[in-house]
């Protein structure tokens, strides 16, 4: 399966926006979906993963309130809606596939990686 990730932007603080990742190839609803993020200079972080069939989701503390993951497997598509966003959610942030929802929590890892989009929180 191959994530592609879109959606990302210049906003300014407080703004909401709403990410989206297409998933291509295998059979979609065969995996967790999960998103992550990586700022300039800091290591890749986790952010939230929703289960195979959506009933599960889970959130860092740092956004948990604030963003939330959904997804439409008839449509192969997963969403991250992100309200009152703050400048330390500047990032790139990337959607990965895998059939282990465990590897994302536990192993901050995935299977298979989207190319990243540029969210930029800013005034």
């Known amino acids: 399966v191959q994530p592609v990730e879109s959606g990302g932007k210049l906003v300014q603080p407080g703004a909401s926006l709403r990410l989206s990742c297409a998933a291509s190839?295998?059979?979609?609803?065969?995996?967790?979906i999960g998103w992550f993020r990586q700022a300039p200079g800091k290591e890749r972080e986790f952010v939230a993963a929703i289960s195979r069939s959506g009933a599960n989701t889970y959130y860092a503390d740092s956004v948990k309130g604030r963003f939330t993951i959904s997804r439409d497997n008839a449509k192969n598509m997963v969403y991250l809606q992100m309200i009152s966003l703050r400048p330390e959610d500047t990032a790139v942030y990337y959607c990965?596939?895998?059939?282990?929802?465990?590897?994302?929590?536990?192993?901050?890892?995935?299977?298979?990686w989207g190319q990243g989009t540029q969210v930029t929180v800013s005034s």
């Open positions: 990965a596939a895998d059939h282990s929802i465990a590897t994302m929590l536990n192993n901050n890892d995935s299977d298979y």
């Open positions: 190839g295998d059979t979609f609803d065969d995996y967790a």
